[in-house]
């Protein structure tokens, strides 16, 4: 199975950007859906970003498109994401996981990222 290592999270202010990886070993990455979740304290996990394991469709939460960008390395076993104009309400722990097809779904330790006003 895939283990994910999530890094890059941090303090920012408002209007900035961060640019998150997860790094997966253990597993064959490039069979791997991958995608980002958030979670904000007293809030449920949300679905933030996907990408196919070939790098196709993109697909984002309507919150942050044309903020985010999710990319992936295959060569170098890493997914990302790009968030640029970050804002307060993007505050959150910051998840990486790792599916292939409909089986388990695999998750990273989360990296928290805090957004200042």
């Known amino acids: 199975q895939v283990q994910l290592v999530e890094s890059g999270g941090g303090l920012v202010q408002a209007g900035g950007s961060l640019r998150l990886s997860c790094a997966a070993s253990?597993?064959?990455?490039?069979?791997?859906?991958m995608g980002w979740f958030r979670q904000a304290p007293g809030k449920e996990r949300e679905f933030v970003a996907s990408?196919?394991?070939?790098?196709?469709?993109?697909s984002y939460t309507d919150s942050v498109k044309d903020r985010f960008t999710i990319s992936r390395d295959n060569a170098k076993n890493t997914l990302y994401l790009q968030m640029n104009s970050l804002k307060p309400e993007d505050t959150a722990v910051y998840y990486c996981?790792?599916?292939?097809?409909?089986?388990?779904?695999?998750w990273g330790q989360g990296t928290q990222v805090t957004v200042s006003s």
């Open positions: 996981t790792g599916r292939i097809g409909s089986g388990p779904r695999y």
């Open positions: 990408i196919t394991r070939s790098g196709r469709s993109p």
């Open positions: 253990g597993g064959t990455f490039s069979m791997y859906d």
